[in-house]
């Protein structure tokens, strides 16, 4: 999904939200509000309409875990705006990370599920078949009136390789690479 990558991660009891370039370099965003008391950040707000805080604190207990990270998209910052109006924001899950360990696809989705947080679509369950995979990384998205970025490719059982690490891929479509209008974020 073309939106802004947003992780919310509990550690060691503390709650924190970053970006994917922002995370990189071991930074969090701070939490500014307007004197209205509205938070004026994007990725903080898409948390909080979803209630990462308590969802992550609740799988923290649950398992016993001290580190629990989701990572999504927030929509509705991009050209392809997902149905949201500007100012207006949403946000699919795509991952959940456990002290450290990547959960199972099973497991992701049932955590989703339990704490209502929107995934991201699933296309295709199935064997690799890199002709599906090229063929679904086109058209219309599932959740928009407008093209589809591309599709992710992971398999059910988290696995790593030796060359590449986490066994992870992302097929961007073509449509998507030549379309017209501009990419920006706001917040």
Not at 30 to 46: F, I, Q, S, V
Not at 97 to 125: C, K, N, Q
Not at 126 to 143: N, V
Request: with cysteine; net charge negative; glycine share 10%.
């Amino acid at each position: 999904m073309h939106g802004s990558a947003c992780i919310a991660s509990l550690i060691d009891s503390e709650f924190f939200i970053s970006s994917k370039g922002i995370a990189g370099k071991g930074l969090a965003l701070k939490r500014d509000e307007t004197p209205d008391g509205r938070t004026k950040n994007a990725y903080w707000r898409a948390m909080e309409s979803i209630n990462a805080r308590e969802a992550c604190e609740a799988i923290a207990a649950e398992t016993g875990a001290t580190e629990v990270t989701l990572f999504g998209e927030v929509l509705g910052v991009q050209d392809l705006m997902y149905g949201f109006n500007r100012g207006a924001l949403g946000f699919r899950a795509f991952d959940v990370r456990i002290d450290g360990a990547y959960v199972d696809v099973d497991h992701f989705i049932t955590l989703m599920e339990e704490y209502s947080i929107a995934r991201v679509p699933v296309l295709y369950e199935g064997p690799f078949d890199y002709a599906k995979i090229r063929e679904l990384s086109e058209g219309q998205s599932t959740i928009a009136d407008h093209i589809r970025e591309g599709v992710v490719i992971k398999p059910i059982k988290e696995r790593t390789d030796q060359t590449v690490g986490r066994v992870i891929l992302k097929f961007v479509g073509a449509q998507y690479l030549t379309r017209k209008g501009e990419t920006t974020e706001f917040e």
